[in-house]
């Protein structure tokens, strides 16, 4: 991962100082951030700076401004979480944040399922290659050793999440794969340097890319869901009542 732009910028970063905080969970949404004139003792710098640097995680939705009450974090729904700053902030601080995981891992639940159903229906050839080749990366890495194993095991797993968004064969699910791809990242590497039993994980996977192979979209679906509930496991998150598809009445297939 490239240096962050606190570590290359000319000046210290103000902006970069509170996204780390806020998506670290050390302001929670509704917490005041400290005043300007106080973030300008701190770093040395004139109040235009630190509020020219206030100004962009206002813009991302992040943070508002009171009048006469200062400046607070606002509520998760309100921050502009496709923005790809935002996304990159999220990948780079929200780590030992379980808010924020919990969020992003229901998403996924939501989501995921059914992007696989339909890519069990959709996916071309060169989409199942695809898949099946982000598996196979995952498989090779994770029995390889050396430093970089793990974080090349990760990019595989990604790859391989992507690749079935792909095979939905629609252009939204594609962009947004790609969109949401760092925060997606977040999840999949911490669950798996975490995860106890990364075997059974493999097989989850091995299971939903053969539900799509084989064009099954029920079983896709819920394949899918078993994988997240791994995720969700490894991570040690509750994701919620209304989560998992438990409940769904899945249609017939095609």
Do not use: C
């Amino acid at each position: 991962m490239p240096p962050s732009p606190a570590t290359t910028s000319k000046r210290p970063s103000v902006t970069e100082y509170l996204a780390e905080a806020i998506f670290s969970g050390r302001y929670q949404p509704g917490d005041l951030v400290p005043r300007e004139v106080d973030l300008s003792a701190q770093f040395s710098l004139n109040r235009s700076a630190v509020r020219s640097d206030i100004r962009q995680l206002v813009d991302a939705g992040i943070i508002e401004r009171i009048s006469g009450h200062g400046t607070r974090v606002r509520d998760f729904d309100a921050w502009n979480i496709l923005d790809p700053q935002v996304t990159d902030w999220m990948t780079r601080y929200a780590a030992p944040n379980p808010d924020i995981q919990r969020e992003i891992l229901a998403f996924r639940l939501d989501v995921e399922p059914w992007v696989a159903m339909t890519a069990a229906r959709r996916a071309t050839a060169r989409d199942l290659v695809a898949i099946e080749e982000a598996f196979e990366g995952m498989e090779r890495e994770m029995y390889a050793a050396g430093s970089n194993a793990r974080r090349l095991h990760s990019d595989h797993d990604i790859a391989f999440h992507v690749a079935i968004f792909k095979a939905t064969r629609n252009i939204v699910w594609s962009q947004l794969s790609h969109i949401l791809r760092p925060s997606i990242y977040l999840l999949i590497e911490m669950s798996n340097e975490s995860s106890t039993d990364p075997e059974a994980s493999l097989e989850r996977h091995r299971e939903l890319m053969e539900a799509i192979r084989a064009r099954q979209p029920q079983t896709a679906f819920r394949a899918a869901e078993a994988v997240l509930a791994g995720t969700a496991e490894a991570l040690g998150l509750q994701p919620g009542d209304a989560i998992l598809g438990s409940g769904v009445e899945l249609p017939p297939s095609a």
